[in-house]
């Protein structure tokens, strides 16, 4: 067992009460805005104490309300980057570096310039970090995090300030460095894509709830959960209502679904992916349903055909890759075996 | 007029200057040390202590020098105690033109302290704990640096204030010539006593002085944060 994290704080109203585990390996924690995520890393790295709970990481309890044990941030020795880097803003990047350093002067100058060359900084030494662009403050906010050898690290929405291209490129580069660290990396984003390219583990919090934690693929295939589902950014979500052991009822979009899956009792939505909904020019197959198109938005590699049930109902996202072809078909089928039962 | 200059007595401009080092220097450390300790309060605690603390800015300064001679007189207990105990003695001394300067201008500081630590951004506080750097050095590191324009600008005012104060003073520590007649004590008794030439020339003085020093405050709270729209 590796990280062992079970935390409970009361905030005025908001309750926050996580639970995970992670083995050495790079987890994500997935969430919308505002749900807990970063509260759930400060109080990892010791800079809030949860009101009960226990922390623990290789064996070393860090926290442990019963035990009363509650080390400092200083004595956990994790790495955290911050949202916005937090790089400090009157020191230039060589004494952002230096002054987390202990020893002589001659080592830490040393290492300094190692570090500064394996993440590409040489030439910024003397910038201050207003003067660096966003990516660089990046890599001088890893470059110094890293420098202190923490046992592990936590990466707060780490490429939420950038834009597009530079986003893709930073994620690569960050990747590679994420490989070469021995420990546990933490990642918390609101962004599905970057978890998935990014962390073999996930775990999903919804309102400051843990609401599940498993292999990052298998979640994503499926989530299990209503609230997992729109997270892992599926859009079309119904209710449901079970008829038999594979048959629903999907009340939202009024159509009768045969499943692949057995439907137990406790399902209570539907949902599937756009992009596996499929054309149909005819009721040639099950779980079919005629449609109107509502609306229809062009992106840049696909077609987001907002289309409805003839007979009533929600809408449905219908995501068609441009080169499929450009009119939408009268019909489209669900396919039964990419339906998600959720709870 | 020139004629002034060979006749006056420098001491009112060497004891101002010096009671307002002194009394900076003072108003420097315990400001930064209340601005602390009052941040970490909650807010009634806050509310409270904030106000007794910023009242010497606010009421007149008699009401000020009315309090310390309460405390320092000889003819009150703990007036009487520090003399006999310490031999120290407040009232028409120097050491009470300190004192008097001190408490008006500590509120300057204390305040423009405060600020310039609530600017402060809480994440690079968080980042140096994770990165193992102890709390004193992160303070003196991090912290003073980046609210270092705050810090200034109430130094220097706080040092304004000081060698320009005038009601307290007066009241605790007198108007002994060359031991505790400063600037603005000089200025009030010269014109007392019919010498508008003499008063004038002070006068000259401390606007100077004081013109200078609003000069260097605008100066260092001009290139105070870059890379920030500021309201124009």
């Known amino acids: 067992m590796a990280l062992e994290v079970r935390i409970k704080r009361q905030f005025p109203g908001f309750c926050l009460d996580v639970e995970f585990a992670c083995d050495h390996s790079c987890m994500g924690i997935l969430g919308a805005s505002g749900c807990g995520k970063s509260m ?3 109080c ?3 800079i809030v104490s949860p009101d009960e709970g226990r922390i623990a990481l290789d064996g070393k309890v860090f926290f442990d309300s019963e035990k009363k044990i509650n080390l400092s941030p200083q004595e956990r020795n994790i790495g955290y980057l911050f949202q916005n880097y937090a790089l400090f803003p009157t ?14 002067k001659e080592e ?7 570090q500064i060359q394996t993440f590409h900084l040489e030439g910024l030494e003397k910038q201050l970090p207003a003067q660096l662009s966003g990516g660089q403050q990046q890599r001088a906010a890893l470059a110094r995090m890293l420098i202190t050898n923490p046992r592990m690290i936590m990466l707060d929405e780490p490429f939420s300030a950038l834009d597009g291209y530079l986003k893709d490129v930073l994620q690569h580069e960050v990747q590679e460095i994420l490989k070469r660290f021995p420990g546990e990396v933490l990642v918390v984003s609101h962004s599905r894509d970057e978890l998935y390219k990014f962390s073999r583990e996930l775990t999903i919090i919804h309102q400051g709830k843990s609401l599940l934690t498993g292999d990052t693929k298998e979640i994503f295939l499926n989530p299990g959960y209503v609230e997992a589902a729109r997270l892992t950014g599926c859009k079309n979500i119904s209710r449901a209502e079970r008829r038999g052991d594979y048959e629903i009822y999907a009340s939202d979009w009024k159509m009768h679904l045969v499943t692949e899956k057995p439907v137990t009792e406790d399902i209570r939505y539907v949902g599937i992916r756009g992009h596996y909904i499929e054309p149909l020019q005819q009721r040639t197959k099950e779980n079919c349903m005629e449609i109107e198109v509502c609306d229809c938005v062009d992106a840049p590699f696909e077609y987001h055909y907002i289309v409805r049930n003839t007979e009533g109902g929600e809408c449905i996202w219908w995501l068609m890759a441009k080169k499929d072809g450009i009119r939408p078909s009268p019909y489209i089928s669900l396919p039964k075996e990419e339906l998600m039962l959720l709870k | 007029m020139l004629s002034i200059l060979e006749t006056i007595d420098w001491s009112p401009l060497f004891i101002s200057l010096k009671t307002g080092a002194v009394a900076t220097i003072l108003a420097f450390f315990l400001g930064i040390g209340a601005a ?16 007794i603390l910023t009242l010497p800015l606010v009421l007149p300064p008699t009401v000020a020098g009315f309090f310390l001679l309460l405390i320092f007189s000889l003819r009150r207990p703990f007036g009487k105690f520090l003399l006999t105990e310490f031999d120290i003695k407040m009232v028409q001394t120097w050491p009470g033109c300190v004192i008097a300067a001190f408490v008006i201008a500590f509120p300057l500081m204390y305040r423009n302290a405060r600020a310039a630590f609530e600017q402060v951004d809480v994440n690079i506080i968080y980042a140096g704990r994770t990165l193992g750097m102890t709390e004193r050095r992160i303070f003196w590191k991090v912290v003073v640096p980046v609210a270092g324009p705050g810090l200034a600008s109430g130094t220097v005012l706080a040092f304004a204030r000081a060698i ?3 009601g307290a003073t007066s009241m605790l520590a007198g108007n002994i010539l060359g031991k505790t007649r400063t600037v603005s004590v000089a200025i009030a008794s010269e014109v007392a006593s019919g010498n508008w030439d003499t008063a004038a020339f002070w006068v000259c003085v401390i606007v100077i002085i004081s013109f200078l020093i609003v000069a260097f405050i605008n100066g260092i709270s001009g290139k105070k944060i870059k890379n920030v729209n500021r309201w124009i």
């Not at chain 2, 602390?36 to 106000?51: E, F, P, S, Y």
């Open chain 1, 40 to 42: 759930t890393l400060k």
């Open chain 1, 44 to 46: 990892i790295a010791g």
């Open chain 1, 91 to 104: 020191m230039s990047v060589e004494e952002n570096l230096e002054c987390v350093l202990k020893g002589k």
């Open chain 1, 108 to 114: 830490k100058k040393r290492r300094v310039r190692e």
């Open chain 2, 36 to 51: 602390r300790g009052i941040m970490k309060l909650n807010n009634t605690a806050k509310a409270v202590l904030d106000g």
């Open chain 2, 164 to 166: 320009g104060e005038y």
